[in-house]
């Protein structure tokens, strides 16, 4: 059938034409910000389930404060902002800054990310591999983030550029590290809660760090065993943060330390209130002053390591449940769809397949994989079956796991409600091109655990 607006009533008319707009800006919308447009669209680019999303990002950090100048990146060819919706979830959403995938590896990039604003001086870098959400329930649990790097801002011939900062120190680059970024195709951007005076002496730190002797900062390989729990010798201390400053301010020490990449990027933010040249001012390398009980009362971790579980997810979350954490914000008080979503699409209970994780997966996070799923993933299955959390199920949960701070932990603390979130969530860079808007959510149904 035809309708002809012709034979309707003015009223009518009225009704209908304001009726098809908001069915059109349900669907889209668009604003200005920084001279670029804004466009939010229900469904993704690329495959990503609802558990590694973020939450209403508009209304929790606006992309006004967030890209302050938006139109260097929709000024480019095939640029774009989008505030982009899961399908199902519609409050579950990544704000996705897609750039063309020639210039992906270059440093193109990082004068872009720069100018507009995307990225500032101590933004965390996360990078994100959402085609994880299909191995097993540890790649689901790590919210498919699989390292973690820091950002500077430097210049260099009138221009401004990304350089990042990262364990293995060899990775920093202006986003054109080829090892690592060249294959990257999507990567979290983090802004921490810093004040003017904190953000100068953490990029101070990093600078400091990167211009260090290699050989004293080296990466350590097993994300298992965080800093503060290996064997360690003397001169070592077990504190991090105070471990690497040292390291780094004193050539003529014998200090070193070996850390994995979201240890780096936690121990610089713990430095945050101390200035780098206060430091050498007070101690002067070569002096033979003893600077630790002078360090460690200014040491200030951004968060303590996390456990493995805990009662208040929303406040005070373990490792094991970023999960968790956005889909309280998506179920609300539906506990029960709640936790049959964790058990049916995030908990998977199958075993890596090296064939399907090539070049997806690290060795070691596929080592990591199977020891989760054969020593916590039936527990955990059984706690979220059950949610007593008044029981003993919690201790045991997190028996024999060591208080970590592993790159999910940056991105969950991004997704807590606003009274408690330690970072604010900027947005996803993506070098995939434009699709037509997917959902992903697996619909594997839990096997038994052999």
Avoid at 71 to 82: C, N, Q
Avoid at 214 to 243: C, E, M, Q, V
Avoid at 306 to 327: E, F, H, R, W
């Amino acid at each position: 059938m035809k309708l002809s607006l012709n034979k309707l009533s003015p009223k009518t008319v009225g009704w209908t034409v304001l009726i098809l707009s908001f069915v059109v800006l349900a669907g889209c919308w668009k604003k200005d910000f920084g001279g670029g447009k804004v466009e939010k669209t229900v469904g993704l680019d690329f495959p990503a389930p609802v558990q590694f999303l973020s939450h209403n990002v508009e209304s929790e950090y606006s992309t006004s404060k967030a890209i302050p100048k938006v139109s260097a990146i929709t000024k480019v060819a095939g640029g774009a902002v989008e505030i982009q919706s899961h399908p199902d979830y519609p409050d579950a959403q990544l704000r996705v800054i897609r750039l063309p995938k020639e210039i992906q590896s270059t440093d193109e990039v990082a004068r872009i990310l720069a100018d507009s604003g995307a990225i500032q001086d101590c933004d965390i870098l996360l990078s994100f591999r959402p085609e994880w959400y299909k191995f097993n329930g540890y790649c689901n649990i790590q919210l498919g983030i699989s390292h973690t790097a820091i950002a500077t801002i430097e210049s260099a011939g009138g221009k401004k550029y990304v350089k990042t900062v990262e364990s293995p120190l060899s990775y920093s680059s202006r986003l054109d590290y080829e090892h690592h970024y060249a294959a990257l195709d999507l990567f979290h951007i983090l802004r921490p809660k810093l004040s003017a005076s904190q953000k100068k002496n953490v990029k101070a730190w990093s600078l400091k760090i990167l211009g260090s002797d290699h050989d004293r900062i080296t990466f350590f390989t097993d994300y298992g065993t965080p800093y503060k729990d290996r064997n360690l010798k003397a001169p070592a201390s077990g504190n991090l943060p105070l471990d690497l400053a040292k390291t780094a301010t004193y050539p003529e020490g014998n200090m070193s330390v070996s850390l994995y990449c979201s240890e780096l990027v936690w121990a610089i933010l713990a430095l945050r209130d101390i200035a780098p040249s206060e430091l050498s001012s007070q101690f002067p390398p070569g002096s033979g002053k003893d600077p630790t009980a002078w360090l460690t009362s200014k040491i200030n971790p951004v968060f303590d390591p996390l456990p493995g579980i805990t009662d208040a997810p929303l406040s005070n979350p373990g490792l094991m449940q970023g999960p968790d954490v956005q889909l309280r914000s998506i179920f609300g008080s539906d506990d029960a769809a709640r936790r049959k979503f964790l058990l049916e699409n995030v908990l998977l209970t199958k075993i890596t397949n090296p064939a399907e994780t090539e070049g997806h997966l690290s060795t070691g996070h596929a080592m990591a994989g199977n020891m989760f799923r054969a020593t916590k993933l039936p527990g955990l299955r059984a706690f979220y079956a059950t949610q007593n959390e008044a029981s003993s199920a919690i201790a045991g949960l997190n028996r024999g796991i060591k208080s970590n701070y592993a790159p999910t932990s940056f991105f969950m603390l991004a997704n807590l409600p606003s009274g408690t979130r330690k970072f604010d969530y900027v947005g996803t860079v993506s070098f995939r091109p434009q699709a037509e808007p997917v959902a992903a959510e697996s619909t594997e149904t839990p096997t038994p655990l052999e």
